[in-house]
């Protein structure tokens, strides 16, 4: 019954996005890498501008990497545009280039977890397949548990979302579920009025005899695990990452710089930072495999 009316509803509202148009798993996989922690709308142009420069497997394997961090500009958690190409290279090089089809073997490829390896298995090969991504278990929690109880774990969660998915149609019930976490059942202001399995909801349920009983009881906003509240970031590690990456990027030719001078140069934005804290923050970078540093030279890998 939820399934069937959320599959109908999706079908109906559900946004035209262009990487629901394709069933290409390196263009999932692209899609999905971006979609984690960016907004849907910074990743469309993104996303286009990213496959025009790397269209498969092969031509991002192949990449610099220093240009495949530069095309990664605007979408943050630059690490993410390192494992994308480990991936690409593992792929080409020990799968032919040809996508595993298993959740199992998709777990293994660098950086793909089991949300990331589930949503090339679904979206790209259409298996029915149960996975969670923050939307995801948003709707599950407030349509399946108890709201006077805990939260349940993950898996239990995830076990329950596997009960749900009709025979054949994964694509579009996972499809719609992640809609409807994104624009109706929203984290602090869920839209139930528009929200199409209201009626079947455990916790509109709950909320609606406390209504009648006169004691409010608060919308679940699922803080603990998916939806931290926001640190800040300005004067943070990753605000100084950010920036010093930024800055390698727009050397030409990938020629790097001095450290002092790339020191200099941040802070010159406008937020301090001293010479120890930065070089500890250039060093990690290094260990990250986002910047090479030889003595006080640092530049983007090749």
């Given at each position: 019954m939820i399934a069937t009316t959320l599959i109908q509803w999706f079908s109906?509202?559900?946004?035209?996005?262009?990487?629901?148009?394709?069933?290409?798993?390196?263009?999932?996989?692209?899609?999905?890498?971006?979609?984690?922690?960016t907004q849907v709308e910074r990743v469309v142009p993104k996303y286009h501008a990213f496959l025009a420069q790397f269209p498969d497997?092969?031509?991002?394997?192949?990449?610099?990497?220093?240009?495949?961090?530069?095309?990664?500009q605007g979408l943050g958690y630059n690490r993410r545009a390192l494992y994308l190409q480990k991936t690409a290279q593992t792929v080409r090089d020990q799968y032919a280039g040809v996508f595993p089809r298993d959740v199992a073997v998709l777990r293994t490829l660098p950086g793909l977890g089991p949300y990331t390896a589930g949503a090339i298995a679904c979206f790209a090969y259409e298996q029915d397949v149960a996975f969670m991504d923050v939307n995801i278990r948003r709707v599950a929690v407030r349509l399946w548990s108890d709201p006077q109880a805990t939260i349940p774990a993950d898996q239990a969660l995830v076990t329950t979302l596997a009960t749900h998915i009709p025979a054949g149609q994964g694509w579009a019930f996972n499809q719609a579920i992640m809609e409807l976490g994104a624009t109706i059942c929203i984290a602090k202001t869920p839209q139930c009025p528009r929200c199409p399995v209201r009626a079947a909801c455990a916790d509109y349920a709950g909320r609606r005899a406390a209504d009648e009983q006169l004691q409010p009881i608060p919308v679940r906003v699922l803080k603990k695990v998916a939806e931290k509240p926001a640190q800040p970031f300005?004067?943070?590690?990753?605000y100084f990452r950010g920036r010093i990456i930024d800055l390698l990027r727009v050397v030409p030719g990938n020629g790097g710089m001095h450290q002092s001078a790339l020191h200099a140069a941040v802070v010159a934005l406008g937020e301090p930072i001293e010479p120890a804290a930065f070089d500890s923050i250039v060093t990690k970078l290094a260990s990250d495999g986002l910047v090479v540093r030889d003595g006080e030279h640092v530049q983007l890998p090749q």
């Open positions: 109906a509202a559900g946004r035209v996005l262009p990487w629901r148009q394709t069933r290409d798993p390196y263009r999932i996989l692209v899609s999905e890498v971006m979609l984690q922690q497997i092969d031509t991002l394997a192949d990449a610099p990497t220093s240009a495949i961090i530069t095309a990664w300005i004067g943070s590690n990753r």
